[in-house]
């Protein structure tokens, strides 16, 4: 590698680097200085596997030379969002935390949004992230609020409202229209209450409630009421209170071999209402203050404040750029030293990054005994640092599928997950099928890239299908292969007739269910998709005049069949002429 690198004049200077592999960039970067940071690629012993497999694939370099550091962060997060280099797990990144979305319309709707992808604050407005609690928030907000969580289309007048209405969960805006402005008025103190400001809500709900007790109409002020007993003791969740009216974040960053964990407190209208702890791969030891910050504000809102430990000051003019220039924000920056309102906030986020970092590692030692009671017990070739499970999902054969999951040094890792549709039955054959997945996986695949462990969902007739397979390909001899029955949990092992049984509360045998339940999870999931793509195509193609390129208008419009028979007419006609309009209507209601 050193005949590369010492074939570039490399300046000293800002910059941004682009490393490539058969003309094709794979990696984007960008430094204060070029020439000590690229070398650091080279001339440094790497021992995370993500940076050594890196550096074994680069055949060629690029630099651009910019005029400040600033300026090189802004050419690098164009450059990545253009070519989104393999190697760039930064700002091409589209997983988050849930949020919570209030859709902008006449009714608007309460969801939970997990892709970065999916929020457009042209349709709704948006709250989090969540990392803990966000399904339980939004039944409390639907329980609170009364506001509506599902799909109905609002244009629409229902015949009958949901269960939801029945069990006072929801105003039934699908079926009563004159009830707008109430509802409005509640969507609106569930956004007030989402923003942090609970004790003003009350305020204002108390003084409501008495104005209404005042002029007698108790119907409306016992709503009120429950409203205010509900807030009362949702708000006993939060943290603590600090002195000042003001929303901020306080973030701390600390790395760990090749982990770089992150704690965030979040305070809004100086309240803290939430910790956010984050745990991600380092690719590359770099500026571990900065990494970290566009790794987390890239997909997060951003408040005007945010407060940091004093060993980043000088990297406070490349911070501030970055709201300035990405996310239009003034952004103020502090850097307490002396014993201070902040200076205390920022010891309480370091006390629970360290509690963060603390759990991972026990819970980390825990798995490793585990796997290390799994490797002695069924007497393994390997340590299961990586296991491969498969479970077969169909109903009478039909949309049969198999399903993939794994767990790496223990904890699912769900970025390896595969699915199969299976192609060569239609009628039950859990071992013909589970033959044809297995087939599928390893016939082509290299030695080293095998796992340690291949776990079967069920008994010695589908270990011993699997075992055939291997055979067949002659590689029954590189890897170990066992199953899990699930009525008495019992483990096989390929050559053996004997089965294991774990402990039920052994972390080596909760590995293996984890690793089962997860596989059938992912496998019922692709399972039903495929069906209800079945079962839709039939209903559709049933209809006079509704063709391929029809039947996808619709489902791409409405979603769903359920979605189309919930269409108001005048939403139909967006999509296809009047007379397929009505046809739809009459068929599908």
């Known amino acids: 590698m050193e005949s590369l690198i010492d074939r570039y004049d490399i300046p000293d200077l800002p910059g941004v680097y682009l490393m490539k592999e058969k003309n094709k960039i794979i990696y984007i970067g960008k430094a204060k200085k070029l020439k000590k940071r690229v070398y650091s690629y080279f001339k440094k012993v790497h021992t995370d596997k993500k940076t050594i497999e890196l550096v ?16 090189a962060l802004i050419l690098e997060n164009n450059l990545i969002k253009k070519y989104l280099p393999k190697y760039n797990i930064l700002l091409k990144d589209q997983k988050t935390y849930p949020y919570i979305k209030i ?18 604050i042209k349709n709704g407005d948006y709250f989090g992230p969540y990392p803990n609690g966000s399904v339980f928030l939004l039944k409390t907000l639907v329980k609170i609020f009364k506001i509506r969580d599902c799909k109905r289309g609002m244009k629409k007048i229902y015949p009958k409202p949901c269960l939801k209405y029945y069990m006072n969960l929801c105003m039934g805006p699908c079926v009563y229209k004159d009830i707008e402005e109430t509802y409005k008025e509640n969507v609106e103190n569930a956004k007030y209450f989402l923003k942090g400001r609970g004790d003003k809500l009350l305020k204002q709900l108390k003084e409501g409630m008495n104005r209404l007790s005042s002029s007698m109409e108790f119907e409306k002020a016992i709503r009120y009421r429950e409203q205010i007993a509900a807030i009362e003791n949702s708000l006993k969740t939060q943290i603590t209170e600090v002195l000042k009216d003001i929303d901020e974040d306080v973030f701390v960053c600390r790395q760990d071999g090749d982990l770089l964990f992150l704690t965030i407190l979040k305070i809004r209208d100086g309240k803290i209402i939430g910790v956010n702890n984050l745990k991600v791969d380092l690719l590359i030891e770099d500026d571990l203050l900065v990494e970290s910050f566009l790794r987390y504000y890239s997909n997060e809102k951003m408040p005007k404040n945010i407060t940091l430990d004093s060993l980043f000051t000088e990297k406070r003019e490349i911070l501030e750029g970055w709201g300035r220039n990405f996310l239009n924000i003034n952004l103020k920056l502090y850097f307490p030293v002396l014993k201070s309102r902040r ?13 963060e970092i603390k759990k991972y590692h026990n819970q980390k030692n825990v798995l490793e005994e585990g796997m290390k009671v799994l490797y002695e017990t069924l007497s393994l070739n390997k340590f299961p640092r990586k296991i491969e499970c498969f479970d077969i999902s169909n109903i009478s054969g039909k949309d049969a599928v198999g399903a993939m999951s794994v767990a790496v040094e223990g904890r699912l890792a769900k970025k390896y997950y595969r699915k199969f549709k299976i192609k060569t039955k239609d009628t039950p054959d859990d071992y013909h099928m589970m033959r044809e997945v297995i087939g599928r996986r390893y016939s082509k695949i290299d030695q080293i890239d095998l796992p340690d462990l291949i776990l079967i969902d069920g008994g010695l007739g589908q270990l011993n299908a699997v075992e055939g397979v291997f055979i067949r390909l002659g590689k029954d001899h590189l890897v170990d292969i066992i199953s899990i029955a699930k009525r008495e949990e019992e483990v096989f092992k390929t050559g053996e007739t004997s089965s294991y049984l774990f402990p039920k509360n052994s972390e080596s045998l909760k590995i293996l269910q984890r690793l089962r339940d997860e596989a059938h999870r992912f496998g019922i999931t692709y399972h039903r998709n495929l069906r209800k793509k079945r079962v839709i195509s039939s209903e559709l193609d049933e209809i006079e005049g509704i063709g391929p390129k029809r039947r996808k208008d619709l489902l791409k419009r409405f979603k769903s069949v359920k979605g189309v028979k919930e269409a108001a007419l005048e939403e139909l006609l967006e999509v296809v002429p009047e007379r397929i309009a009505r046809q739809l209507k009459k068929v599908l209601n």
Do not use: G, W
């Open 56 to 71: 074994d694939h680069i055949d060629d370099l690029e630099f651009i030379v910019c005029k400040s550091e600033l300026d």
């Open 103 to 120: 859709s902008k319309e006449k009714f608007p709707r309460i969801s939970i949004i997990r892709r970065t992808k999916d929020i457009d």
């Open 343 to 355: 200076k205390k906030l920022l010891e309480m986020a370091y006390l629970n990054l360290d509690e």
